[in-house]
């Protein structure tokens, strides 16, 4: 099977404001190129795309493709799990969404300190490989978001508690937060490593911020190698690694399958000069981002006040690039036509406990707020 998976949290779509309005004829084209090339790995969620991307899936890949061209993988929410007996009909409803009759690759979605214990409280893991048995499920893995500390924690767990160990984990992993003491991609890396769990990688290209570098980040990479694509460095520095089964890609438009595709398929390993390159960038990437944000949305569903945060920190992210810049002060007035403000934050913290990232996202409000609202507070 080749390693590169088609991520499905971020679609072609028809409305950019309405995030079920899916673009078909361009999902489809993509699909089919895919597929005709020899991929096969199709990555969505129960909540991507407000819960309706299971039945794209049914609708571009299930419905047009014969069932030994593809495989599907999809996620347990595991904070919708309240009681016993809703992971089997949650797990029911995929199965129905989706269009199949099995699941190839069944993850435990988004593993914290919280959902662990959820994990735990509902027998979750127990659950996963009971469906394994019934053939119901090939493949069981979870989806990890915390420190690396909790990743240690769940596998020794599994150990003492005599639980087989899952066929996978799917770890957030990319050359700038290698080292980020939030993400800690590497030392989860190694406790996967060490537990010999094999890995899926996500946000390796980190929601397409390591493709829209700063420009003396892209000459260093450019100088070296023309040819190559900026994002093929950071697919790359995946694939290099040990250990890895699957590196996982929010593809949205046929240049990007088509540059990932190639990348995979003409696949070397990083040498050491370009690992030099890379260290350099993320140097220059450090000294310059300012909210680490991937807009994933994790957040929004747990805000009691609304607030589109993944867009005020972009907007955030473009004017402290750009200070001169006048688009993103114009998108901030019409966003907060339709929606709360940054400063409409009640502080009661439920987005951090979501986020992916680990950001810090009351006090990024807060920035917004002063970027965007200074002259408002001065009238």
Not at 159 to 174: A, E, G
Not at 177 to 194: E, F, G, T
Not at 259 to 274: G, I, Q, R, S
Not at 289 to 309: D, F, Q, R, V
Request: with cysteine.
């Amino acid at each position: 099977m080749k390693k590169l998976g088609f991520g499905l949290m971020r679609m072609p779509l028809l409305d950019a404001e309405d995030q079920t309005s899916f673009d078909y004829p361009k999902i489809n084209e993509m699909v089919d190129a895919f597929i005709q090339n020899g991929f096969c790995y199709f990555d969505t969620a129960f909540v991507y795309h407000r819960g309706k991307s299971e039945e794209m899936v049914r609708k571009a890949i299930v419905d047009r493709h014969s069932r030994d061209k593809f495989k599907i993988a999809t996620k347990l929410p595991i904070w919708s799990v309240k009681e016993k007996g809703d992971a089997q009909s949650l797990f029911d409803k995929q199965l129905s969404r989706c269009g199949v009759d099995f699941i190839d690759y069944y993850l435990l979605h988004c593993l914290d300190t919280d959902n662990f214990k959820k994990v735990k409280q509902f027998d979750l893991f127990a659950f996963g490989h009971a469906l394994k048995k019934q053939g119901k499920i090939k493949n069981l893995g979870f989806s990890f978001h915390d420190n690396h500390e909790v990743l240690e924690e769940i596998f020794a767990y599994l150990k003492t508690s005599k639980i087989i160990m899952p066929d996978f984990v799917m770890l957030q992993i990319n050359y700038i937060d290698w080292l980020n003491p939030n993400i800690a991609s590497k030392k989860c890396y190694d406790i996967a490593r060490k537990y010999g769990v094999p890995i899926m990688i996500m946000e390796p290209v980190k929601g397409g911020s390591l493709v829209n570098l700063p420009n003396d980040a892209i000459k260093l990479m450019k100088d070296y190698n023309s040819n190559a694509s900026i994002a093929s460095w950071a697919i790359r520095y995946a694939l290099s690694l040990d250990g890895i089964i699957m590196v996982l890609s929010g593809m949205n438009t046929m240049m990007q399958l088509d540059d990932n595709m190639a990348t995979v398929d003409n696949f070397k390993p990083l040498n050491n000069e370009e690992r030099e390159i890379i260290k350099k960038v993320v140097d220059i990437l450090n000294n310059g981002t300012a909210i680490g944000c991937t807009y994933c949305e994790y957040c929004l569903k747990s805000c009691p006040k609304n607030i589109p945060i993944h867009n005020y920190f972009q907007l955030y992210n473009e004017k402290s690039n750009n200070p001169k810049a006048f688009l993103p002060s114009g998108y901030y007035e019409n966003l907060i036509k339709r929606f709360s403000k940054p400063s409409d934050c009640v502080l009661c913290g439920k987005c951090e406990k979501m986020c992916p990232q680990k950001l810090k996202i009351i006090d990024g409000l807060k920035e917004v707020t002063n970027m965007f609202e200074k002259k408002e507070e001065k009238e």
